[in-house]
């Protein structure tokens, strides 16, 4: 267990760190419900949840509220804590599962590495976001219900504990915790009393309403906020979204390939009893394999994630390395080495991107955690912006709310704005609703728009015009296109501003209003022209 966390320190410290905005999003609500009880992100705007775990914002709202630190810090080293907390969940379930002979060492060590490897949980880590939390949640609970005596009141009020936090942690945990409380009443209680069987689902289900019922009164919907923003008309469209995400993982490395097929076919090993030569066990692959493919076909149904990279596949992968633990130990005969080879395949492929420039990893993990002083650079921007403006239009850099909590921050892709997100969007929804389409309309004296803080060139240089008729300057400029729709108000209204030198070097690109162009030109930005 102890290689399998150091092998999983060095993987994480070599996952690229994405866009961290939304990992910022949680700490403004964090901070809101600190100070004043309540969750909004503006004032104005009303209750509105712009995050998708409530787990997660009750976790980093009581750090944040006990040690009164830099909440940077905290949130980045509560995501290292989480995510090797879950590799050594992963690791010790394989080693309690393991038989005394060799062999079976041998396979619970590969499958702890397995856990170890999962590059796409070191990467969803990195967004300082809930999947380490849904991982450690997903594989306690796992564990718990596998492992711990039934008979126990103790344990029973554990699992509905567990069931809750799950459902709590993501939407997508519901369905898993329904299954393990089903699992538990028709298989491990089986042979208890009605009341001991069906208990910890009672009391589970009872918290579940509840909280969906609060849910529902505080902030007028079942989902969070985050899905609708995320999601098209057509659930259909969302599949093949889902379909093409998980392809395109699979895709990514040769090795990744197989785990993806064996999330879909190894439950099928199950119905084979002869097979087995530990009764116990095959059940426990059981629940298992079927809580990985649960996991895998919600990534589909709801579409899978924007982002290029598998972060949404790293739970049903962990689960399937605990229904592949178990196949390990309870498979009779040849077969057991089925699964051991299938995790020597996965671990041997992960192998190659985890280990490369171990002087970079190691000096990365010295670094750790990042804190507040790493973003200086933005943080010195958004408040130079808001000495010449009270509200701010943004598609990318949610993060400007936590750095000026008095700005009026509108989020264009309608995470953190409840009617942008219920908009209609009958085609492809891959980053929210919005966007540059609706940037003029807010009327915001400054619009922040596209995915980067810096480019190379000043957007001060060139005319409003050219940006909103030519797609190559648009692109080169603001990474993105500027939609026919809102080109005569964007006109009408903005010129092209830049921050020269910003961070050293690179310039800020952003529109200005044109009655608040003066102002920000004498704290020193350069100031384009419409025509």
Same mark, same amino acid.
């Given at each position: 267990?102890?290689?399998? +966390? ?99 060492? +041998? ?44 008979? $126990? ?78 999601? $098209? ?12 995400? +998980? ?237 026919? $729709? ?46």
């Amino acid at each position: 267990m102890t290689l399998a +966390v150091v092998v999983g320190a060095l993987v994480l410290a070599g996952a690229r760190t994405p866009n961290v905005d939304d990992g910022f999003i949680v700490l403004v609500y964090a901070r809101h419900l600190i100070e004043h009880h309540a969750i909004y992100w503006n004032v104005a705007d009303g209750a509105v949840d712009g995050f998708t775990s409530v787990a997660d914002l009750a976790q980093k709202t009581l750090v944040m509220a006990l040690l009164h630190g830099d909440a940077v810090r905290e949130t980045h080293a509560l995501a290292i804590v989480e995510h090797l907390a879950s590799v050594a969940a992963g690791a010790g379930i394989a080693c309690i599962a393991a038989g005394p002979t060799w062999r079976a060492n +041998v396979a619970a060590a590969i499958a702890a590495l397995a856990f170890a490897t999962n590059v796409a949980l070191a990467d969803a880590t990195t967004y300082w976001l809930e999947t380490p939390l849904y991982a450690l949640v997903a594989l306690v609970a796992l564990g718990t219900l596998v492992f711990a005596p039934p008979e $126990s009141r103790t344990v029973r009020a554990l699992l509905a504990f567990e069931w809750t936090a799950l459902a709590l942690t993501r939407p997508e945990g519901l369905p898993l915790a329904v299954l393990f409380a089903a699992w538990f009443a028709i298989d491990r209680a089986r042979h208890l009393p009605t009341r001991a069987r069906w208990g910890p689902g009672a009391w589970f289900a009872l918290a579940t309403v509840a909280y969906l019922a609060w849910h529902w009164a505080y902030f007028g919907a079942l989902a969070p906020n985050t899905f609708y923003a995320k999601s $098209s008309d057509s659930r259909w469209q969302e599949v093949r979204d889902g379909v093409e995400y +998980v392809r395109a993982w699979a895709g990514s490395d040769p090795t990744r390939a197989l785990p993806v097929v064996l999330l879909f076919v190894t439950p099928l090993a199950a119905l084979a009893p002869r097979w087995w030569s530990s009764q116990p066990l095959r059940r426990a692959f059981i629940v298992a394999s079927a809580a990985a493919f649960v996991a895998i076909a919600e990534v589909i149904v709801e579409g899978g994630d924007s982002y290029d990279r598998g972060r949404f596949v790293a739970v049903p992968l962990a689960l399937l390395f605990v229904a592949l633990a178990f196949a390990s130990q309870g498979l009779a005969g040849a077969r057991v080495w089925i699964p051991v080879a299938a995790l020597v395949v996965t671990v041997a492929g992960e192998a190659r991107h985890s280990f490369s420039h171990l002087d970079v990893r190691l000096a990365r993990i010295a670094a750790w955690p990042d804190d507040g002083r790493d973003f200086r650079c933005e943080m010195d921007l958004t408040r130079l912006l808001a000495k010449s403006a009270t509200r701010i239009a943004e598609t990318d850099f949610q993060r400007m709310k936590w750095f000026d909590d008095d700005l009026d921050v509108v989020d264009l892709a309608g995470l953190n704005d409840r009617a942008r997100a219920h908009e209609r969007n009958p085609g492809r929804n891959q980053w929210g609703k919005g966007g540059f389409r609706d940037a003029p309309a807010t009327g915001a004296e400054v619009l922040v728009l596209g995915p980067r803080w810096l480019y190379a060139k000043s957007m001060a240089t060139v005319t409003t015009r050219a940006i909103a008729d030519d797609p190559q300057v648009a692109r080169e400029l603001l990474g993105a296109r500027f939609p026919e $729709s809102a080109r005569d108000a964007l006109l009408a209204r903005y010129v092209p501003a830049a921050l020269p030198n910003a961070c050293g070097g690179g310039y800020m690109n952003f529109f200005v209003r044109n009655d608040r162009a003066p102002v920000l030109a004498s704290s020193g930005a350069a100031i384009g022209r419409t025509e």
